[in-house]
């Protein structure tokens, strides 16, 4: 079955830092590849998405470009801020798909 | 406008307990989702409707767990004889038409049986 990986937590930057969290995927097929982020006290909330190969999904300047030769999805950010503190989750629905499938998530904090 | 709403947020009940999660979902919906949360993992799909009906409901893990939808909005997640293994977070999410768009999450129910 479909299966995502993504990097353990947690990770703790400084402010201003580079961020990576890397996700990996297995699927037969071409799904689309998802981020969600989680903040404190809050709900699941789409960060960017990409639904086909080479298509780079970017929010709030966070960007990941979907690689189907490597099956990967890996997030970056250039300049974090301590608001970027979460739980990011990477995740994939299969093209006639319905469901997400998540991976184990990446807890992010980071210090001013 | 309104996001997913989820009642209650937190459900603290007895072994062997009969429980009820609600979702309303975002006006016009039509398809919605729950999954479930247990602590420092991802979230794992449990049924999926598309208006009243239940299009996939292969990710309930036995049959005390049954949902409803019968309008076509607000659904019911149900969980008979309730067991302490059942605590985690349940959330329900909605999304326009289908899974490959954008999935609106509620702030899910905690559910914690002792």
């Known amino acids: 079955g479909d299966s995502v990986t993504q990097m353990e937590g947690p990770v703790t930057l400084s402010e201003e830092a580079f961020l990576t969290i890397n996700c990996t995927y297995t699927?037969?097929?071409?799904?689309?590849l998802f981020w969600y982020v989680q903040y404190p006290g809050e709900g699941l909330q789409l960060l960017l998405k990409?639904?086909?190969?080479?298509d780079k999904g970017s929010n709030k300047g966070f960007e990941a470009t979907y690689r189907k030769e490597t099956t990967s999805f890996h997030l970056e950010k250039g300049s974090v801020q301590v608001s970027d503190s979460a739980v990011y989750f990477c995740a994939l629905v299969q093209a006639a798909g319905n469901k997400l499938t998540f991976g184990g998530g990446t807890r992010v904090l980071v210090k001013p | 406008g309104a996001g997913v709403s989820q009642t209650p947020s937190n459900k603290v009940t007895e072994k062997g307990k009969y429980v009820e999660l609600r979702c309303d979902p975002i006006?016009?919906?039509?398809?919605l989702y729950w999954y479930r949360q247990s602590l420092g993992q991802g979230p794992e799909f449990l049924i999926y409707?598309?208006?009243?009906?239940?299009?996939?409901d292969s990710g309930l893990p036995n049959d005390r767990f049954f949902a409803v939808r019968p309008e076509g909005s607000v659904s019911t997640l149900k969980i008979q004889r309730t067991e302490r293994g059942d605590s985690a977070v349940y959330l329900c999410?909605?999304?326009?038409?289908?899974?490959?768009?954008?999935?609106?999450f509620g702030p899910g129910t905690r559910l914690l049986v002792l």
């Open positions: 699927a037969t097929g071409y799904p689309s």
């Open positions: 409707f598309q208006g009243t009906g239940a299009a996939d």
């Open positions: 006006s016009g919906h039509t398809a």
């Open positions: 999410a909605s999304s326009f038409q289908g899974a490959r768009e954008t999935q609106y």
């Open positions: 990409a639904t086909k190969a080479d």
